[in-house]
């Protein structure tokens, strides 16, 4: 028996959403031939002619499951595969879930307000027992609030966040107000709530 030779061809100007069959053979010397198993390969169809939830592609056998929300494009290979583009708010296989920095409002996915300087830079929308509107999921340390924008006690907004308060000693202070490490203990004094008072 002689050894194979192989040969690759490159097939070229095929139509974009048609279906191929592609067929081999062997032909030996002496005139006999032994056939492969019949092959089919589907072309992709153009974006642009493919209507957004239509899973009648071909046959059927190829559905696009992306979500119509998050989609940009769907896109059916030969390889009977489903790729999803998905806009940039969106992320997943199926284009389902919010990307980072984007939070879930209905069926769309919106720009979160929450800052990575004070956050984690994650949102929640609210429940419908809470309210309305948005709110950070967890606020870094010295924040709070919905959208952790306030400072926590012992903490002062400087920049972009907030940071700790350096004061040296309150008695300190009450004896030397004029003292450089005291300006921060009148800023906790202020900023405190203030204290309840045991009545006698």
């Known amino acids: 028996m002689l050894p194979a030779v192989i040969q690759s061809k490159l097939v070229t ?7 191929y069959a592609v067929v081999l053979s062997a032909v030996y010397p002496n005139v006999q031939t032994a056939s492969a198993p019949k092959l089919t390969v589907r072309t ?3 974006v642009a002619e493919l209507p957004v939830g239509d899973d009648s592609y071909l046959d059927n056998k190829i559905q696009c499951n992306c979500s119509e929300e998050g989609m940009v494009a ?3 290979s030969a390889l009977q595969d489903v790729a999803c583009s998905c806009f940039p708010s969106y992320a997943g296989r199926w284009c389902e879930s919010c990307a980072s920095g984007y939070f879930r409002v209905g069926k769309r996915c919106a720009a979160c307000p929450c800052s990575n ?3 984690t830079g ?3 929308a609210a429940s419908a027992e ?3 509107g948005v709110s950070c999921r967890a606020c870094l340390p010295g924040h709070r609030g919905t959208l952790c924008s306030a400072c926590a006690a012992g903490y002062h907004w400087k920049g972009d966040r ?6 040296l000693s309150f008695a300190l202070c009450a004896r030397e107000p004029d ?3 005291c300006r921060d203990c009148h800023l906790v004094q202020n900023s405190l709530p203030p204290v309840a008072q045991k009545s006698s």
């Open 130 to 132: 809470g309210g309305e």
């Open 13 to 19: 100007r095929l139509r974009e959403g048609t279906e």
């Open 44 to 46: 992709a169809l153009p």
């Open 117 to 119: 300087a004070t956050s």
């Open 179 to 181: 003292n450089p490490g």
């Open 122 to 124: 994650e949102c929640e």
């Open 74 to 76: 769907c896109t059916r």
């Open 162 to 167: 907030c940071e700790p308060i350096s004061c």
